[in-house]
Every structure is written in C-alpha cells, then in structure tokens.
C-alpha cells in the first residue's frame, strides 16, 4: 500500500505533462548522512508540540528545510532537461531551477509528511556508483520490506543527496522522461507555466 501510494503521488504530479555487482566498499560517510537526515524527520514529524493538523504547516516548513539543506537539487534540475539544458537561456535556467527546486522539495516533504512516520529502517551498506555513492536502505514494516536507495556526492566535507530510488525508479530519471516527453510536443515557456501552476497548488501544503 505504501509503495502504490507513493508512486500514485508521483504519477498525479506527472499528469500535467503528456506524457555487474559492485564491490562494498567501507563506509563513507554518505550511510551517517541519510540516517541522519531520516532520523530528523521523523524526529519532526513526531514531536508532541508538532502534533494535529493544526501543526501541520509548522511541520511542513520544518522538513523542507531539511531536504533543501540534503539535496543538490541545483544538480537534479538540470540533470531533469538533459540536452534540453543547454538550448536555454540564462534567464531561463534561472527560473526553471527556482520552479524545479520548489517543486521537488514541495513533493518530497508532502511524501514525508504522508508516509514517514517513526519506522524501522535498515541499512544493508553502501557501494560507488561512479563518482557517487549508492546508500541502500529499507524499510520494514509489519507486511512489506520497502528497499529505498539514495545517491549521494560528495560536497567538501559533506555528503549530498542527489536521487533517490524506489523499487530501481530514479526520481530524476522520472523526471527526464516526463520531461523530455512534454517538450517534444510543447514549447519550454508552457513547461514553465505547468510548473508555476503545480508550484502554486503546492504552497497550500
């Protein structure tokens, strides 16, 4: 149930757009840096004072500036275009990574705030994935194990996240294709306007 409810709220966002084992290695780093930003929110999202739906706002605001601190999503932006990045205009890219970064921080906090309550996570290790680090993870519950992935870079001395898989489903990957499909048969400044429009909707969260 989780897993279709999670990818439910992917397809719904979706729908304005027509659309060799490696070696474990040791730990990096990047394994303390999900467990960490995991534990925060749900730490958030089970505080007392955070409770009701009063308080929901308060705990909205709370975990998007958590995942805005973990995510490259400078990076996810324009990973999401591929070529199509580099047809575009300063101007451009500037307002479609404040559209993109907007989007995805509000659509990762509605899924937080959703289905991430206080769980049993696990996590089975990390391994390269090229210049990334790949941190598995599951989660357990009563009838299903839920296997969640994120990649990570590193950044000076921290660790950032930059995609996260379920079920072997990147979130940029999904992006690119959603994308790529709209622009083959729109213009870009109509992608931009679907966004601004999913952006609006997304603020009452």
Do not use: C
């Not at 601190?69 to 307002?95: C, I, N, V, Y």
């Not at 996570?121 to 390269?128: A, K, Q, S, V």
């Amino acid at each position: 149930m989780f897993r279709i409810r999670l990818f439910y709220f992917l397809f719904v966002f979706f729908l304005i757009f027509p659309a060799a084992v490696t070696p474990l290695r040791a730990q990096s780093g990047a394994t303390d840096q999900v467990r960490s930003v995991l534990d925060k929110a749900m730490e958030i999202q089970t505080k007392p004072e955070l409770q009701g739906s009063q308080q929901r706002r308060e705990r909205s605001a709370q975990i998007r500036k958590l995942i805005s601190e973990s995510f490259l999503t400078g990076e996810m932006a324009r990973e999401s275009l591929q070529e199509h990045w580099t047809k575009l205009s300063p101007k451009q890219r500037e307002q479609y990574q404040a559209l993109f970064t907007g989007l995805f921080v509000d659509s990762y906090s509605r899924r937080v705030l959703d289905f991430l309550k206080r769980e049993t996570i696990e996590y089975p290790g990390e391994t390269p994935d090229g210049k990334y680090t790949k941190v598995r993870t599951i989660i357990l519950r009563t009838n299903e194990h839920i296997p969640v992935d994120y990649i990570l870079e590193p950044k000076g001395k921290n660790w950032m996240i930059r995609d996260v898989i379920i079920d072997g489903v990147g979130t940029v990957e999904t992006y690119q294709n959603s994308f790529d499909r709209f622009l083959k048969d729109h213009s870009f400044d109509t992608l931009i306007e679907r966004m601004a429009i999913q952006k609006k909707a997304g603020e009452e969260l």
